[in-house]
């Protein structure tokens, strides 16, 4: 059973800087994509960034310039670096790993760390 773990939510004023860790336990294989998603109050989950096994990077268009993802596959983690954090970016952070092989491909999600940005 695949497993993720995040951590390094938590209050930070505007303009403001936080890294979120997610580690992944389990068969999670070689080729697969990690990334973040975020689900505020009242809306929908959506896409922030991730990354493929094979280096491509995709990022919302809300945070280009602003967030950075990496992975680290030995240790099978995936960070997002936040700066300029912006109170529009207040949600909570899923961590995701999408398993693309053996097909069908399966996702995973953690359980979710918050993030606040409030002066």
């Known amino acids: 059973q695949v497993q993720l773990v995040e951590s390094g939510g938590g209050l930070v004023q505007p303009g403001g800087s936080l890294r979120l860790s997610c580690v992944a336990s389990?068969?999670?294989?070689?080729?697969?994509?990690m990334g973040w998603y975020r689900q505020a109050p009242g809306k929908q989950r959506e896409l922030v960034a991730t990354?493929?096994?094979?280096?491509?990077?995709t990022y919302a268009d809300s945070v280009k310039g602003r967030f950075t993802i990496s992975r680290d596959n030995a240790k099978n983690t995936v960070y997002l670096q936040m700066n300029s954090l912006k109170p529009e970016d207040t949600a909570v952070y899923y961590c995701?790993?999408?398993?693309?092989?053996?097909?069908?491909?399966?996702?995973?999600w953690g359980q979710g760390t918050q993030v606040t940005v409030s002066s």
């Open positions: 995701n790993i999408r398993i693309r092989l053996p097909i069908p491909s399966r996702d995973y």
């Open positions: 990354k493929t096994s094979g280096d491509t990077t």
């Open positions: 389990g068969s999670i294989g070689v080729t697969n994509t």
